[in-house]
């Protein structure tokens, strides 16, 4: 690859058609071949640990819409739940400091007690939010794939999902370009790639962008706005179930293994 060349730490050196490049939102092979990232600081901290809970959560997961940031609680196993708690990093970083009785002080009138009493169940992590979008997806015998492409805010929980879609493509892509006999990293090929999932992943950076900025705010206009559309989501059943199929990552140019077909 350009701007890497040599060999493994243990001496080896290995040849592919091409590379994918699938090493998180700060991915050094990006940075290796050349491409740059827009990057947005949302200022943002995000607090992440397990909480078990009194009452059972029914496999449901909900989101508290709060002024900082939204606060996420995801079922798990058994009477737990995970939380993705989003401040300010000034704030976070002081809760964060705190020790978990005092912690639990600050998540109780957040979280409400519709679970039951709670208390700290795993291990406690910060990761501060940003979306960073790579300017290209692909370069010389070179893929990006999921968070090395592009990484969003979690609040509509769709990082992953864009991962898999990268993937799903990517393999058809290849797949179908291996049957035709041409080269795996050839730039025609890659270009098809980075068609399909550039539209796509650029939409997706600005709604979970526009999201953030609508919920994690206390403006009584911008509440009234989302108050309304919120209502009307859960009033006309067409509108919440187009939610629910994009949100599943059902809608647009579904690649084939998405769809549970065959490549
Ligand atoms: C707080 C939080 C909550 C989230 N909640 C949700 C959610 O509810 N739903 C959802 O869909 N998404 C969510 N996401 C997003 C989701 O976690 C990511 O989109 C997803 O993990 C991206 O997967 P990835 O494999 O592309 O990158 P990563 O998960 O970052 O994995 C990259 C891997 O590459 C490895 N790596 C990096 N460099 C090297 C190297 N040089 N050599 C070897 N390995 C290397 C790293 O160690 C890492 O294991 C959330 C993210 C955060 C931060």
């Given at each position: 690859m350009p701007g890497a060349p040599g060999p493994l730490e243990d001496g080896r050196e290995m040849a592919a058609p091409l590379l994918v490049g699938?090493?998180?939102?700060?991915?050094g092979t990006a940075a290796r071949a050349g491409i740059k990232r827009r990057v947005t600081d949302y200022g943002q901290t995000a607090l992440v640990c397990a909480i078990g809970h009194?009452?059972?959560?029914?496999g449901c997961a909900y989101q508290i819409f709060l002024p900082p940031g939204p606060l996420a609680i995801l079922p798990l196993t058994g009477n737990r739940s995970s939380i993705v708690w989003s401040e300010t990093t000034e704030q976070a970083a002081a809760i964060q400091a705190l020790d978990d009785e005092a912690y639990l002080e600050v998540l109780r009138p957040r979280f409400g007690d519709f679970l039951g009493e709670i208390h700290i169940a795993g291990a406690r992590y910060t990761y501060p939010l940003n979306m960073t979008l790579a300017e290209?997806?692909?370069a010389e015998r070179l893929a990006l794939a999921g968070d090395a492409a592009r990484g969003v805010h979690p609040i509509a929980g769709q990082g992953l999902n864009a991962g898999l879609r990268d993937v799903a493509a990517l393999a058809e892509v290849l797949v179908e370009a291996a049957r035709r006999g041409e080269d795996l990293g050839w730039p025609l090929v890659l270009d098809r790639y980075a068609q399909w999932r550039r539209f796509d992943s650029a939409t997706l950076a600005l709604a979970t962008d526009g999201f953030n900025r609508l919920f994690s705010n206390d403006n009584p206009l911008l509440r009234l706005g989302r108050d309304i559309g919120l209502g009307l989501a859960n009033a006309l059943p067409g509108l919440r179930r187009g939610f629910m199929r994009e949100a599943a990552g059902m809608t647009g140019d579904v690649p084939r293994l998405l769809q549970g077909r065959p490549l």
């Open positions: 699938a090493d998180g939102r700060r991915s009194e009452k059972p959560h029914q290209s997806f692909t």
